[in-house]
């Protein structure tokens, strides 16, 4: 080609044009700002924090905790360290320029478009290749410039203000704001306040402060319009002068003078109000009054009845106290009255050094605490000192620090009382033990003599009798190097589980102890035996009888909160009869004996039998559901496989040693237990053999097989048959379909299993395995026992008004989480006590103190805070 064509093309191809874009002058102006408020924070930010911390002390009233002096001076300050910034910001300070505003929006942009739209191509302009590239370039970047905004101002005043002024300025500010008042802020101005009153004359204030924990309001003095000011003890005078120092002065008789005087003449003075006296502001305008001072009284405290003690050895002791201003604490000592001890048998010895009981006396959970009445409750009946002679001094203490005591109660320190004979025994062995440990080897001899060879009945059943016996090992293994704190301790709390189980007994016992008497008295009357043999059987029964109605009492107790409002009707509809009616009944019968009249007094104990069976038949007899049945069933299986595991327990002790007579069982708790002295208990016909009977020797065996073994033959039948009953219960068991009847079928069948394995054990004459299947087969019993209860509950609530009781006494077994019973309909009892067993005071008090606590934490959400003010208010 030649240089004329290619001249010719290259003039015929023309230039493309630059791509025409709008720069984004919003996000750059707005940008510009942005840095401008960052350059004024950075130089200005102490100017604007001096000032807005100034106007925040205005707001919040500093100057009336400043004397006219401080006021201006302190105005000085203020106006130094705005000047000091107001001259920093200006040295400090630029203007940001365009450019840079520009290059800040341009950073955030991928590809920096808005300089490349700027730009001017420097190389290939002449070339139509790469000027279209060129011009393609530049209009994807116009295109990415359109996304461009604002960049926001980051000031970066952490570093320069390492401890936050600025934002403690602020904080002052809005507190200022809210709970302060614009007014104030004129009070500070040169020509008003202080410096107003230089000009206008003297004047004054005064204020009368009283005790915060008194909560009477702080006085104005210039209102007081009379001339006799009556003031709390312990109140505060705080007065201010204004105008000429000197034109007004104060003299006053109210405080304790002291070696430096205070200037009369000084701008600010404070007294503290200590005694009655004259109070004189001399000087224009000046005034007089007299003061007198209120005494703050001492709290004083009552007993107001001597106090009461439940069965459990629950104390209840009234108080009542009274204060001027309220009681703050108040607590109870109690002290042991050595000289009245009656210092004889195990208290012969000192009694091992012991701090006074101290306890917390509680106060009222709301309301005023000047005048009240309390209980104080407490537990004395596991201490060393039950029952000894005790000081009880009661004391309280208001704010100022003034105690008020009763007088000191001299009484024995309440505590639960043991009425069973052998309970009393072991439960006096325990104290003699805490008293001074001296006594061990005492307390030991005392036990092995109660423990060898047995009154009959003394011990209800093996297990106590063999627990009394592992409590006096103990004690005679520890006597040669001496009880430690821990051993006796744990001693005492041994006899005290065992002196409880042998007082609470079990009520089937008591009854068949009672019948036992009655009977042996019918036949002594109908044998005409000697005056004497029926005193003492009459006494026989008297003691069971007693022992009978405490159980029967003891039973209603716990089962009264159980009962529903049905059961409680008919029970106050029944005849009600006390101990008193029944002994007024023993005491006609000893009374027809002795003079002879046998047939009436037959009669007349027959009428007694009577009466004692119709009280069995009202407290757990009478028409059961089928509920109830089913719960009864299983309570009869679980006394049985108790009776079992018993008898299996006596054989296996035989077995390691067949001549001990410890092993004595008086009356056993399970059925067909038998009964008898180192034997097996049981011979083929199911009758106990007395090992000391005739032609026997003491640990004689009933039945024995092969080798001298026990024939276990009869235990593993009965464990069969037993085990079959359960099955059969099984298919009649109610509550089927809900989660607590599933649980407790299932908890059945695992007591069923482990019935076959005991059975298996017992069959192979393994008697250790045997006992532990059995123990295993209890545990399942009784949880399916609970589950049941809990599957007739259910079904209870279930049931709709008017279709008549639900099934089973299932009360028990309806106790919420918190331990409450339901009440009708399956309500809470709201009217029962939540907190059983504790201190509802103590706990009140921490739950009290705790909302406090809470609700003093203002980073908590508002809705939270409102809630607990709402709850303070309350209470």
Known sequence: ???????????????????????????????????????LARAFWPLWTAVILGLAALLLGAQDWLSPSLILGTYAVFGALILFGLLRGLWMFRLPAAGAALARVDETLKGRPIQAVLDQQAIGASDPASQALWAAHQKRMADRMADARPVAPAPGLARRDPYALRYHAMLLLGIGLIFGSLARVSEVDPLSGAAQ???????????????????????????????????????????????????????????????????????????????????????????????????????????????????????????????DYGIQMGEAEVTLDLAAVDRRYGLALPPEPRDALMSDLPLPIAGARDDYEETWIEDFSKHPWAHLPVSISLRVQDAAGQEGIADVLQIPLPARRFFDPLAAAVIEQRRDL???????????????AISWQPEDRLFRDEGTYLQFRTILRRLEAALPKGLTDDTRDDLAEALWNLAVQLEDGDIDDALERMQSAQERLSEAMRNGASDEEIAQLMQELRD???????????????????????????????MQMDMNDLQAMMDRIQELMEQGRMAEAQQALEELQQLMENM????????????????????????????????????????????????????????NGGQGRGQSHEGQNGQGQDGDGPGGQPGESGEEGQGGQPDQGSLAERQEALRQELNRQLGNLPGQGSEAGNAARDALRQAERAMEGAEQSLRENDL?????????????????????????????????????????????????PLGRNPGAGGALNGDENMLQGEDVYRRARELLDEIRRRSGEGERPQEELDYLKRLLDRF
């Open 544 to 574: 069971a009888t007693q022992d009978y109605l405490r159980q029967l009492s003891r039973q209603a107790q716990q089962e009264q909160q159980d009962m529903d409002e049905f059961e409680r009707a008919e029970n106050e509809n029944s």
């Open 1 to 39: 080609m030649s240089d004329t064509q290619e001249t010719r093309n290259h003039t015929e191809t023309p230039k493309p044009a630059p791509p025409k874009a709008r720069l984004p002058l919003w996000s750059i102006r707005l940008t510009w700002l942005g840095m401008l408020s960052e350059n």
């Open 616 to 671: 069995q038949v009202t407290q757990g007899q009478g028409q059961n559901s089928p509920g109830q049945q089913a719960m009864e069933d299983l309570a009869e299986t679980l006394r049985d496989q108790q009776g079992l595991s018993d008898q299996a327990f006596r054989d296996l002790q035989e077995q390691f040693n067949p001549n001990a007579n410890q092993g004595q069982s008086q009356q056993n708790e399970g059925r």
């Open 434 to 448: 805490l008293w001074n440990r001296e006594n061990a080897p005492r307390v030991a001899m005392i036990m092995r």
């Open 768 to 816: 250790a395995g045997a006992i532990d299947q059995q123990a295993e087969a209890m545990d399942q019993l009784r949880e399916g026992m609970r589950n049941l209860g809990e599957a007739l509950a259910e079904q209870q609530r279930q049931q709709q008004p008017g279709q008549g009781q639900a099934e089973g006494n299932t009360a028990g077994a309806q106790r919420d």
């Open 197 to 323: 009153a230089l000009t206008a004359g003297p004047s004054w204030e005064g204020w009368i402060e009283a005790p915060g924990y008194t909560g009477l309001p702080t006085r104005y003095l210039a209102d007081q319009k009379e001339d006799l000011l009556e003031v709390a003890e312990g109140s505060r005078l705080i007065l201010r002068l204004y105008g000429e120092v000197g034109a007004l002065k104060v003299a006053e008789t109210i405080s304790t003078p002291s070696p430096e005087a205070q200037d009369p003449a000084a701008p600010e003075q404070t007294f503290a109000i200590t005694q009655n006296g004259a109070l004189t502001i001399e000087g224009e305008g000046g005034r007089s009054w007299v003061v007198v001072i209120q005494p703050d009284m001492a709290p004083r405290i009552a007993v107001t009845a001597m106090p009461e003690t439940s069965y459990e050895g629950q104390m209840s002791l009234g108080y009542e106290a009274v204060d």
